[in-house]
């Protein structure tokens, strides 16, 4: 496709995005390319602003833009394997280095960075500021800054750089859209976006650039370098194509592959191209968007076979170290033949072979899927895809000789070997090479179906969970910044080793349960006084109020308001947010097998229940649909303690439990307790919104099992349902960049800790575990999570 794609425009979702980007410049480093330019005479070299939307492709060194005369000459603004750095060499020696401890390792999302620079300051750390996603970032592990009123590299007359050092190395691989330069001007970030129902957006530039200044909006794809902002500052591309100009754009964004997924294999081409690495091992590419309903399209150019290999289908988001399609998604071979679920190879299609085109095409609401060769159906290869589960598009090579080039809608030339014929999706918006069947799309984030919790329609995560820190303070005081008036508060000591004390608004202010312990409800006059309209008010109580302590809240919105409920064959108390799959539920035993209302929906499962006697000592049980039984919530956890799931002793559900999520099924023995009073917290999973699934361990340090969720978390509960390890809960409020590492334990009153031991990232659609402890990521062992949103996948920018 030539020229820029803003035909497109008018269908993306205006709600949310006032100001569109259309395009972006594709950079593949194994073809060493790269931008560049020598501006004919200096401009400001003290003051200036950078401002860029990235999209990374791999881990390596790689320079986004640098000034460069030799390599004792040069400033660099660079992305490391994990951090963001910028520097000045002169004459061999680093005058001047800022490096992040934040670590930025998300290739699903953009990035927004802005460097605005200005040795004019007086205050040395104003001198280079650092924005990423129109915050600025403050922490550094090397924070040396450049001199005062001082020239540096940038704006000079030398060779400057879009992609590469200048010497040939550190070449990016990624994607890059709407880069700004402002020569004599350092600003800040709201020059170019601002925040929307949380969001942060593109918005156009608007003031002037200064003599070198220039606007690269690659929108025209027969000069990649020209030059928007009318100073014909023209940059030259260096191994870059027509083809390289792709549709994948902050507002719009394309799925690729998904290097984070654990495994072997090679990525390149902005994570669309995948090759085997190893010998005699399957290797699989998943792309790094799930799906659960609509119709979707893609398409996998074959450029190399080996044996049956591809296999070219879907696969289930988060299957832990699944190697090859077959084995428990939907298939279609080389030698032509399907493979299902495992099962045993059957005839199906036409065999294919190196310059073919496999077409994927799933109805994830009918359950359907058909592949496609050179835009030939080959018919159905199977009418009873689980309409239940979330899929991804994959395709798994063997040994060293397979190559796979991914195109989701982005790129019908496949990175350029092919001739793009064109052909685009129902609504206009994806790029195919062969036209998609009747009524299905590309997998772009302008495709996928609005959140139930939307931010287009000013309606975010955080208006229903959000994780408020606070400082003890010794006397009664209000905590705000909740955002609404929570159900159900769950409090904890950060510093001291206090217990954890668990409110909601059903049982009432100043009754709390602890999770590390057996105890009955308590009633305490110094704890939790009062739910307020925006947070919550609490006494002097020394384990949720120590003076100059940290402390964290969790915070859970249900139906504000309590009503009787009479779905069960007994009658209980509810408060229920059926939008957010959430539910507060009181009752009274009779002494009989029965059931109990919980005012969610009738019409999907349970998927996790944690449920407390309050009038006698008993264990915190916990049922999850995930933990590996068949959705029998018969076998629990038990959130005080470090103990295995287990079958055996008293229960409080039966598989009844996965058909509906309006009751929970009592068993016998202790739930059949004559007028014992319970509580339980009740989940359903809401896409984009919240997600309870599993995850099996791997046992890599460096490479542990990446988890679908379908948004930025956050916040993370875990455990192992296989052995005595603790469970875990991580927030995105304590570590507020990856690598996410502050824990606190349900089963234990200990106070927060932080070790290499418990790392993991939050990422744009999910999370990645980053650790071979026991406790996240032992080989084969099933670990279980409750996960809730910071920003559904919709609008998620990199974390």
């Known amino acids: 496709m030539s020229g820029s794609f803003g035909s497109a425009q008018w269908m993306y979702d205006k709600g949310l995005y006032e100001y569109h980007i259309d395009q972006s410049l594709r950079f593949n480093d194994d073809d060493s390319a790269y931008l560049s330019r020598t501006p004919a005479s200096a401009g400001n070299r003290k003051t200036w602003t950078w401002s860029g939307w990235v999209k990374r492709g791999n881990f390596v060194y790689q320079e986004l833009f640098s000034g460069y005369t030799d390599n004792n000459n040069q400033l660099i603004n660079r992305l490391n394997p994990t951090t963001i750095s910028i520097f000045q060499d002169i004459g061999g020696s680093r005058v001047f280095e800022l490096e992040t401890n934040a670590v930025y390792r998300d290739t699903s999302a953009w990035y927004h960075i802005v460097i605005a620079f200005d040795t004019t300051e007086s205050t040395s750390s104003n001198r280079i500021k650092l924005y990423v996603n129109g915050e600025?970032?403050?922490?550094?592990?090397?924070?040396?800054?450049?001199?005062?009123?001082?020239?540096?590299?940038?704006?000079?007359?030398?060779?400057?750089?879009?992609?590469?050092?200048?010497?040939?190395?550190?070449?990016?691989?990624?994607?890059?859209?709407?880069?700004?330069?402002?020569?004599?001007?350092?600003?800040?970030?709201?020059?170019?976006?601002?925040?929307?129902?949380?969001?942060?957006?593109?918005?156009?530039?608007?003031?002037?650039?200064?003599?070198?200044?220039?606007?690269?909006?690659?929108?025209?794809?027969?000069s990649l370098g020209a030059d928007s902002s009318g100073n014909g500052n023209n940059w030259t591309p260096n191994n870059l194509a027509a083809t390289d100009q792709v549709p994948d754009s902050p507002t719009n964004n394309f799925a690729t592959l998904n290097p984070l997924e654990a495994g072997n294999g090679n990525y390149a081409e902005g994570n669309l191209k995948?090759?085997?690495?190893?010998?005699?091992?399957?290797?699989?590419?998943?792309?790094?968007?799930?799906?659960?309903?609509?119709?979707?399209?893609?398409?996998i150019l074959v450029s190399a076979v080996g044996g049956t290999y591809p296999h070219i289908g879907i696969t289930p988001a988060n299957t832990s170290n699944a190697t090859y399609v077959g084995n428990n998604g939907y298939a279609y071979r080389s030698d032509g033949q399907k493979q299902l679920l495992n099962a045993t190879a059957e005839s199906y299609g036409a065999s294919y072979t190196s310059g073919d085109?496999?077409?994927?095409?799933?109805?994830?609401?009918?359950?359907?899927?058909?592949?496609?060769?050179?835009?030939?159906?080959?018919?159905?290869?199977?009418?009873?895809?689980?309409?239940?589960?979330?899929?991804?598009?994959?395709?798994?090579?063997?040994?060293?000789?397979?190559?796979?080039?991914?195109?989701?809608?982005?790129?019908?030339?496949?990175?350029?070997?092919?001739?793009?014929?064109?052909?685009?999706?129902?609504?206009?918006?994806?790029?195919?090479?062969?036209?998609?069947?009747?009524?299905?799309?590309?997998?772009?984030?302008?495709?996928?179906?609005?959140?139930?919790?939307?931010?287009?329609?000013?309606?975010?995560?955080?208006?229903?969970?959000?994780?408020?820190?606070?400082?003890?303070?010794?006397?009664?005081?209000?905590?705000?910044g909740v955002g609404f008036q929570p159900d159900w508060v769950w409090l904890k000591s950060r510093s001291d080793a206090y217990g954890h004390q668990l409110f909601d608004a059903v049982r009432g202010t100043t009754k709390f349960l602890s999770s590390n312990v057996t105890n009955a409800e308590a009633t305490n006059a110094t704890t939790l006084t009062s739910f307020d309209s925006d947070g919550f008010s609490i006494g002097n109580n020394p384990g949720i109020n120590t003076a100059s302590d940290n402390h964290v809240s969790w915070n859970w919105l249900a139906g504000n308001g309590t009503s009787s409920n009479t779905d069960g064959t007994i009658t209980s108390t509810v408060s229920a947010n059926q939008k957010a799959g959430f539910s507060i539920v009181t009752f009274t035993t009779d002494g009989t097998n029965t059931n109990v209302g919980t005012g969610l929906s009738s019409s999907a499962p349970l998927d996790m229940v944690v449920i407390k006697r309050r009038d006698s000592t008993s264990e915190w049980q916990v049922g999850h649909r995930f933990s590996g039984q068949g959705g029998n919530f018969a076998y629990h956890l038990e959130l005080n303690s470090t103990a295995?799931?287990?079958?055996?002793?008293?229960?409080?559900?039966?598989?009844?439990?996965?058909?509906?999520g309006d009751r929970i099924y009592l068993a016998s023995g202790t739930y059949g307790v004559s007028s014992a009073?319970?509580?339980?917290?009740?989940?359903?999973?809401?896409?984009?919104?919240?997600?309870?699934?599993?995850?099996?361990?791997?046992?890599?340090?460096?490479?542990?099992?990446?988890?679908?969720?379908?948004?930025?978390?956050?916040?993370?509960?875990?455990?192992?349902?296989?052995?005595?390890?603790?469970?875990?809960?991580?927030?995105?409020?304590?570590?507020?960049?990856?690598?996410?590492?502050?824990?606190?334990?349900?089963?234990?009153?200990?106070?927060?800790?932080?070790?290499?031991?418990?790392?993991?990232?939050?990422?744009?659609?999910?999370?990645?575990?980053?650790?071979?402890?026991?406790?996240?990521?032992?080989?084969?062992?099933?670990?279980?999570?409750?996960?809730?949103?910071?920003?559904?996948?919709?609008?998620?920018?990199?974390?």
């Not at 040396?144 to 200048?166: A, V, W």
């Not at 994927?360 to 050179?374: C, E, H, M, P, R």
């Open 677 to 799: 009073t319970w509580v339980a917290y009740c989940f359903q999973s809401v896409e984009g919104f919240s997600k309870f699934g599993s995850y099996t361990g791997n046992g890599s340090a460096s490479d542990g099992p990446f988890v679908y969720t379908g948004f930025r978390p956050a916040f993370v509960l875990m455990k192992d349902t296989g052995s005595t390890e603790q469970w875990q809960m991580v927030d995105s409020a304590r570590d507020t960049y990856n690598v996410v590492d502050s824990c606190l334990f349900p089963n234990s009153s200990g106070a927060e800790a932080t070790a290499s031991s418990i790392h993991r990232d939050f990422l744009s659609n999910g999370f990645k575990v980053r650790t071979s402890d026991t406790s996240q990521n032992a080989s084969g062992r099933t670990y279980i999570y409750m996960a809730f949103a910071e920003m559904p996948f919709k609008y998620s920018l990199g974390r």
């Open 357 to 480: 085109i496999i077409g994927v095409a799933l109805d994830a609401d009918s359950g359907i899927i058909t592949f496609y060769k050179n835009g030939s159906s080959q018919g159905v290869a199977s009418s009873s895809v689980d309409t239940g589960t979330s899929w991804r598009i994959s395709n798994s090579l063997y040994s060293t000789g397979g190559i796979s080039l991914a195109n989701f809608g982005q790129d019908s030339s496949f990175a350029g070997n092919k001739t793009a014929q064109g052909n685009t999706d129902a609504n206009g918006i994806g790029d195919f090479y062969y036209a998609p069947p009747a009524g299905y799309l590309a997998l772009c984030t302008a495709n996928l179906p609005d959140p139930a919790i939307d931010p287009a329609q000013d309606d975010v995560p955080e208006d229903y969970f959000n994780t408020v820190l606070y400082t003890g303070t010794g006397a009664a005081q209000s905590i705000t």
């Open 644 to 660: 295995a799931l287990s079958g055996s002793g008293p229960y409080f559900m039966g598989s009844q439990a996965t058909s509906n």
């Open 136 to 222: 600025q970032v403050t922490s550094f592990s090397t924070s040396n800054y450049p001199s005062l009123n001082t020239d540096y590299e940038i704006n000079s007359t030398t060779g400057h750089f879009i992609g590469q050092r200048g010497n040939g190395s550190s070449l990016f691989d990624g994607y890059l859209a709407e880069v700004n330069f402002i020569d004599g001007q350092a600003l800040d970030p709201t020059s170019f976006g601002e925040f929307k129902s949380d969001v942060w957006i593109p918005k156009g530039y608007s003031g002037s650039y200064g003599t070198n200044g220039f606007y690269l909006d690659f929108g025209n794809s027969g």
């Open 274 to 299: 995948f090759s085997a690495s190893t010998a005699s091992v399957h290797q699989m590419a998943s792309s790094a968007v799930s799906i659960s309903s609509g119709k979707w399209y893609a398409e």
